[in-house]
């Protein structure tokens, strides 16, 4: 009776331990999450210009700069290999910052193979996306870069 013991009790161990040790990566992951966000939203800005480069398998991969007033997108400018202005129906292929935070919230949520982020020290926003949805799929990752992004305050 105690042989089947030792074996079962050290495999509930492991199964529980990395039970717990998701629950603590999804937490720290939440943490900082909502840290940034509010670093984000107590800066007050809504009126913002960003460069974007989101490179996926998908409709848009590439740069471009990414205006933003009032938490919505007026314009986006694509640049390679000439600057075209991208159409108006197009515009939600693109984020905001908030998009950005909204969308590291459902990876994490989602529980997603992988996912790293790093923020802007001074205003808390997603400077960096790498997604893995899914381990064994192909093409369902997705990596967005949020750099430059200048307040606009006129």
């Given at each position: 009776?105690?042989?089947?013991?030792?074996?079962?009790?050290?495999?509930?161990l492991f199964i529980l331990s990395g039970c717990l040790i998701g629950d603590?990566?999804?937490?720290?992951?939440?943490?900082?999450?909502?840290?940034n966000r509010k670093k984000w939203l107590d800066a007050g800005i809504a009126?913002?210009?960003?460069?974007?480069?989101?490179?996926?398998?998908?409709?848009?991969?590439g740069p471009a700069y990414v205006s933003v007033i009032n938490g919505e997108?007026?314009?986006?400018?694509?640049?390679?290999?000439?600057?075209?202005?991208?159409?108006?129906?197009?515009?939600?292929?693109?984020?905001?910052?908030?998009?950005?935070?909204?969308?590291?919230?459902?990876?994490?949520?989602?529980?997603?193979?992988?996912?790293?982020?790093?923020?802007?020290?001074?205003?808390?926003?997603?400077?960096?996306?790498?997604?893995?949805?899914?381990?064994?799929?192909?093409?369902?990752?997705?990596?967005?870069?949020?750099?430059?992004?200048?307040?606009?305050?006129?």
């Amino acid at each position: 009776m105690q042989r089947w013991k030792t074996p079962f009790v050290v495999s509930l161990l492991f199964i529980l331990s990395g039970c717990l040790i998701g629950d603590v990566l999804g937490s720290g992951r939440q943490n900082e999450l909502d840290d940034n966000r509010k670093k984000w939203l107590d800066a007050g800005i809504a009126n913002y210009t960003y460069r974007q480069h989101r490179s996926c398998f998908c409709f848009f991969a590439g740069p471009a700069y990414v205006s933003v007033i009032n938490g919505e997108i007026v314009s986006v400018r694509g640049f390679w290999p000439d600057t075209i202005d991208i159409a108006l129906e197009n515009f939600n292929i693109f984020d905001t910052v908030i998009d950005l935070f909204d969308m590291v919230d459902d990876a994490i949520d989602r529980n997603v193979h992988q996912l790293d982020v790093t923020y802007d020290q001074q205003f808390g926003f997603p400077t960096s996306i790498a997604i893995d949805y899914q381990e064994n799929t192909i093409d369902d990752e997705v990596t967005i870069t949020a750099t430059a992004l200048t307040p606009n305050t006129s």
